[in-house]
């Protein structure tokens, strides 16, 4: 064995050691979450341990060693015994709508741990792991990963950059999101568009329910949910179509492109928001691709291969890959209408 450059070695360990750090940090920063204990410390900082565990409700002890680990990650402001937040740590974990709180990326990396077995074992006999059989509540946790993005970007920016849609959906469009999850997205444009008409679609039962609860509790009479597949979903003659961070989960996309473009109008668009990727796996090494291609490999793929077909597209296929998938269904036009750092916003025509 070749002998190991020291230098190189330390520098990987000290990665190692800080991606330790990360993971340990995820059950802490969960707890921190449901107690509230960032939005109280963003309230009521600088602070001691006593006065936030009496403003929380909590237990002394085992807040001053919470408060230590979040101070040591940075998570947390220290200076002289007291804690706070700073504005940014505040952005990233207090503000539910702040566009980089990432509190559903703990949940989702949480989802991950627990789903392990159950990926393990389709390591070794290559079936899939079906959406609604994965560990935990992960639908929840991936809902509330991706809302921060659709609440700052989907309105103000994704829709705007479509040719021609903002005029229709002001006007009154018929519009389905398929994939719609838990809904997030789907009651985000009705409440932005209220002369327009939205279904969202989902194969996930207790997704469809979860997203008709969330829709009666905004009183919002322009939107309905149903179940069913993006490959044969009732219903047509839509202006638009929406799929959000989905279509790489499929089972057989190239299926739900053909369908989509038939249920579409013939001036109709399909607005398709993937993870943002380069078309080369050489392109995608750096954090946002280890982040994706982590949770593809515990829950895209995994997805995919459980339904139909499973061509298990993964969550960093590039736009190059994504737009031959959209092709196949009959669609002649593809380009990137928008993008974030995390999402590429493809319009398909």
């Given at each position: 064995?070749t002998?190991?450059?020291?230098t190189?070695?330390?520098?990987l360990v000290?990665?190692?050691?800080?991606?330790?750090g990360?993971?340990?940090?995820?059950?802490?920063?969960r707890?921190g979450?449901?107690?509230d204990l960032?939005?109280?410390l963003?309230?009521?900082g600088?602070?001691?341990?006593d006065a936030?565990?009496?403003?929380?409700?909590c237990?002394?002890?085992y807040?001053?060693?919470?408060?230590?680990a979040?101070?040591?990650?940075g998570y947390v402001?220290?200076?002289a015994g007291?804690?706070?937040?700073t504005p940014?740590q505040?952005?990233?974990f207090a503000?539910?709508?702040?566009p980089?709180?990432?509190i559903?990326?703990?949940d989702?990396?949480a989802a991950?741990a627990?789903?392990?077995?159950k990926?393990?074992?389709?390591?070794?006999?290559?079936?899939?792991?079906a959406?609604?059989?994965?560990a935990?509540c992960?639908f929840?946790?991936?809902?509330?990963?991706f809302?921060p993005g659709?609440?700052?970007a989907?309105?103000?920016?994704?829709?705007p950059a479509l040719?021609?849609?903002l005029d229709k959906?002001?006007?009154?469009?018929?519009?389905?999101d398929?994939?719609c999850?838990h809904g997030?997205?789907?009651?985000?444009?009705?409440q932005?568009f209220?002369?327009?008409r939205?279904?969202?679609y989902?194969?996930h039962p207790a997704?469809?329910?979860?997203a008709?609860?969330h829709?009666?509790?905004?009183?919002?009479?322009?939107l309905?949910?149903e179940?069913?597949?993006a490959?044969d979903?009732?219903?047509?003659?839509?202006d638009?179509?929406t799929c959000?961070?989905?279509l790489h989960?499929?089972?057989?996309?190239e299926?739900?492109?053909?369908?989509?473009r038939?249920?579409?109008?013939?001036?109709?668009?399909w607005?398709v928001?993937?993870?943002?990727?380069?078309?080369?796996?050489?392109?995608n090494?750096?954090?946002?691709g280890?982040?994706?291609?982590?949770a593809?490999?515990?829950i895209?793929?995994?997805?995919?291969?459980?339904?139909?077909t499973?061509?298990?597209?993964g969550a960093q296929?590039g736009e190059?890959r994504?737009a031959?998938v959209i092709?196949?269904g009959?669609?002649?036009?593809v380009r990137?209408?928008?993008?974030t750092p995390?999402?590429?916003?493809?319009?398909a025509t």
């Amino acid at each position: 064995m070749t002998q190991p450059d020291e230098t190189i070695l330390n520098e990987l360990v000290t990665r190692v050691l800080g991606d330790l750090g990360g993971a340990v940090s995820v059950p802490l920063v969960r707890i921190g979450d449901a107690l509230d204990l960032y939005r109280t410390l963003a309230r009521i900082g600088p602070v001691d341990a006593d006065a936030l565990a009496e403003a929380a409700g909590c237990a002394p002890r085992y807040l001053r060693e919470w408060l230590a680990a979040q101070a040591a990650s940075g998570y947390v402001h220290h200076e002289a015994g007291r804690f706070s937040l700073t504005p940014e740590q505040a952005l990233v974990f207090a503000e539910p709508d702040s566009p980089v709180n990432l509190i559903g990326a703990f949940d989702t990396a949480a989802a991950m741990a627990e789903n392990q077995a159950k990926v393990q074992a389709a390591f070794t006999t290559g079936r899939g792991v079906a959406w609604g059989d994965q560990a935990g509540c992960m639908f929840c946790a991936v809902a509330r990963l991706f809302r921060p993005g659709y609440v700052n970007a989907l309105v103000q920016d994704w829709l705007p950059a479509l040719d021609g849609v903002l005029d229709k959906l002001k006007a009154g469009a018929a519009v389905a999101d398929v994939g719609c999850g838990h809904g997030l997205s789907t009651i985000l444009m009705a409440q932005a568009f209220p002369a327009s008409r939205f279904t969202g679609y989902d194969f996930h039962p207790a997704s469809i329910a979860a997203a008709t609860a969330h829709a009666r509790a905004h009183g919002l009479p322009n939107l309905r949910f149903e179940v069913g597949r993006a490959q044969d979903f009732d219903g047509g003659g839509f202006d638009l179509i929406t799929c959000f961070d989905c279509l790489h989960d499929m089972g057989d996309p190239e299926a739900a492109a053909a369908h989509i473009r038939r249920a579409l109008k013939d001036d109709g668009t399909w607005m398709v928001v993937e993870p943002m990727a380069g078309d080369r796996l050489e392109d995608n090494l750096n954090p946002v691709g280890r982040l994706y291609y982590s949770a593809s490999t515990m829950i895209c793929v995994p997805t995919s291969l459980a339904q139909e077909t499973g061509l298990a597209l993964g969550a960093q296929a590039g736009e190059r890959r994504l737009a031959e998938v959209i092709r196949s269904g009959g669609f002649t036009r593809v380009r990137r209408a928008a993008q974030t750092p995390l999402n590429m916003v493809l319009e398909a025509t």
